[in-house]
């Protein structure tokens, strides 16, 4: 799976988590979440057409996706957001890597963006954000 194809996957997977989050973090997060979810749904999109664009296959999103816990209210929906972000700076760490130079610039950016919202949800700063087998070198 290229790593594109591997960014637009976690991008499916944060709108369905996103739905989750909004449903259960409560009323004083549920605007943000909404928001992040509709941020998921445009990034989603993006990348379909790049790939697309790429004559690339663009594989449709689950109906459903596993949750990495149980998410039962306010704390844990926050916790599954800022898990969320995470899986998907690890997911954009990986295309800064593999796309071309010319792209590489917009892909970082899409990997800070995710470092910044991960840390809004509760997640604990990383030394190198996507790159866990990095954060222990230091």
């Not at 689950?62 to 997911?91: I, M, N, T």
Request: aromatic share 6%; hydrophobic share 50%; charged share 15%.
């Amino acid at each position: 799976m290229s790593a594109l194809q591997a960014a637009l996957h976690g991008e499916q997977a944060a709108v369905y988590a996103f739905g989750v989050v909004g449903g259960q973090a409560g009323t004083a997060h549920r605007a943000a979440a909404r928001s992040a979810l509709a941020q998921h749904a445009l990034q989603r999109d993006l990348l379909a057409a790049r790939l697309s664009a790429a004559r690339q296959r663009v594989d449709p999103a689950a109906a459903a996706y596993a949750l990495p816990f149980e998410v039962d209210g306010g704390a844990s929906a926050r916790a599954l957001a800022a898990h969320v972000e995470s899986g998907l700076a690890a997911a954009y760490a990986d295309l800064v890597g593999a796309c071309d130079p010319a792209r590489r610039s917009e892909a970082a950016g899409w990997l800070a963006t995710s470092v910044l919202r991960a840390g809004t949800w509760g997640a604990d700063p990383v030394p190198f954000p996507g790159l866990p087998e990095r954060a222990d070198a230091t």
